[in-house]
C-alpha cells in the first residue's frame, strides 16, 4: 500500500455504471477520468474499489441499461482489472458499517456507501472518486467527481460494442 493516504483513491459505483450507461449525466465525464487512469495520467498511485461496489455498479448498470452484456461486460472489467485492488467487506466490516449507518440518520447513506466509507477509513483512504457528494462529505471523505482537467479534450465513446480498456 502506498504510504501516501493523499495518493489512495477508492472508487464508488457511479463512476463505473456511468462509463457503460451512454444516457448517464455523468457519461462523458466518467469516458474521460477512466482513460485517464487507463494512461497513468492520474495523481493516485493505488486505486481501490470493494466486492459490494461491485455488486451495486453490476445491479444498477443491469437497472439503467437493460442490458445483461454491459453488465457483464462491465463486472468482468473491473474483476479483471490490473489496476484496482478489490477490497473485501468481512465481518467486522460489516459491523462497522452497520453502526455507521444506524448512527448517521442525517446523511443519505446506503449500507453500501457505510461499507465504503468503513473500507476507506480501515485502508486509509482519504480520496473517493464518486457523484454521491452529498453521501461522502460528511463522513470526512474527500470527494473527487472527475479526473479530467478543464483543458483536455474530450476522448471517444468507447461504450458500444468494442470492450473499454479503461481500467
Known amino acids: 500500500m502506498t ?5 489512495r483513491l477508492f472508487i464508488d459505483s457511479g463512476p463505473f455504471v456511468a462509463l457503460y450507461y451512454k444516457n448517464d449525466e ?10 485517464k487512469i487507463a494512461r497513468n495520467g492520474i495523481r493516485y498511485r493505488k486505486l481501490y474499489t470493494s466486492d459490494y461496489v461491485l455488486d451495486e455498479a453490476i445491479t444498477t448498470c443491469r437497472r439503467r441499461t437493460g442490458s445483461h452484456e454491459l453488465s457483464v461486460r462491465l463486472g468482468t472489467d473491473i474483476l479483471a482489472s490490473k489496476s484496482i485492488v478489490m477490497l473485501k467487506v468481512d465481518e467486522r466490516t ?9 448512527e448517521r440518520d442525517d446523511v443519505r447513506l446506503s449500507f453500501t456507501d457505510a461499507t465504503c466509507a468503513t473500507l476507506a477509513k480501515t485502508h486509509g483512504i482519504t480520496n473517493i472518486f464518486t457523484y454521491d457528494g452529498r453521501d ?12 479530467w482537467t478543464s483543458n483536455q479534450a474530450s476522448l471517444p465513446c468507447r461504450c458500444g460494442n468494442r470492450r473499454p480498456s479503461h481500467f
Open 3 to 7: 504510504s501516501d493516504p493523499r495518493l
Open 136 to 147: 461522502f462529505r460528511p463522513l470526512n471523505l474527500n470527494v473527487i467527481s472527475g479526473l
Open 94 to 102: 460489516i459491523q462497522e458499517s452497520w453502526a455507521l449507518y444506524k
Open 26 to 35: 455523468h457519461h462523458r465525464g466518467a469516458v474521460d477520468s477512466f482513460a
